[in-house]
């Protein structure tokens, strides 16, 4: 009889082993994936900083690059290249009664920016940020100076259109000519230019000194955030502290008995 009761206590016994092996294994097979995740999000944020450190050399060599004629950045634009922050030129004559009002800031200072449309040597028409204004001086007839009559030359960065509204923006009211953000067929047809003449992208006009000093030129911001090598390292991180965590648990149940730190 007693050998037949350890026997019976022996086989009961076989079956808890199982349920804590499977237990084991689907614990093992999760942190695994947990680990191969946290280091592919690392990688990812290595190649994304790869990436931006070259979008942002590439932006910093087209603005030091000399100025070209309006007619290649048309020509880019129509390839479907990327324009943006190349150095352009154009001539003709600003319609200073178009002008349209882009709510912006310059320093701490709230005012808007200046987009008057240039009317070019062969009738079309190019809508120019000229640049800041303080609130007191929205209307033209508050800087009279500044409205630049006559055949002129503007050198600035060529800036693409806006495909949607952004997220989150309100919408224009081109009632009382306020602009939250760049929609330029509603620029050209709120004063009456007809859309297939119009350049589809803008130029923001550079630091050129404008008559008592408006509209400030050369208010192009180009903030591209790079936090990516941040990133990397929190998630690599991660990866080796989850490391960490599953070697000092595994040699302490090896080890029960060792003093623990």
Not at 37 to 44: A, K, N, R, S, V
Not at 127 to 153: C, H, I, W, Y
Request: no cysteine.
């Amino acid at each position: 009889m007693p050998a037949r009761d350890a026997s019976v206590v022996s086989e009961a016994a076989v079956p808890a082993r199982r349920p804590n092996l499977l237990w084991q294994i689907g614990k093992a097979v999760f942190l695994l994936i947990v680990l191969v995740i946290l280091l592919g999000l690392g990688t990812w944020q290595v190649e994304r900083l790869q990436w931006k450190e070259g979008l942002l050399a590439d932006i910093a060599a087209r603005k030091d690059a000399p100025a070209v004629p309006l007619s290649a950045i048309e020509a880019m634009a129509a390839s479907g290249g990327d324009i943006e922050y190349r150095v352009a030129t154009a001539k003709g004559h600003y319609l200073n009664n178009k002008e349209r009002h882009f709510l912006a800031t310059y320093g701490d200072e709230p005012g808007f920016y200046i987009y008057t449309p240039l009317q070019l040597e062969d009738g079309r028409y190019l809508f120019v940020n000229r640049g800041f204004v303080p609130s007191a001086a929205k209307e033209p007839e508050m800087r009279k100076q500044g409205l630049l009559t006559g055949d002129q030359t503007v050198t600035g960065l060529a800036r693409a259109k806006l495909a949607s509204r952004p997220d989150g923006m309100p919408e224009n009211d081109l009632a009382k000519n306020f602009f939250f953000w760049k929609d330029l067929d509603a620029m050209a047809s709120s004063v009456g230019l007809p859309k297939d003449k119009v350049l589809p992208f803008f130029i923001d006009a550079d630091k050129t000194p404008n008559p008592a000093g408006l509209p400030v030129g050369g208010v192009t911001i180009i903030d591209l955030p790079n936090n990516h090598l941040q990133y990397a390292v929190t998630w690599y991180g991660l990866a080796v502290t989850l490391v960490a965590i599953v070697t000092i648990s595994w040699w302490r149940k090896r080890h029960p008995d060792a003093p623990s730190q």
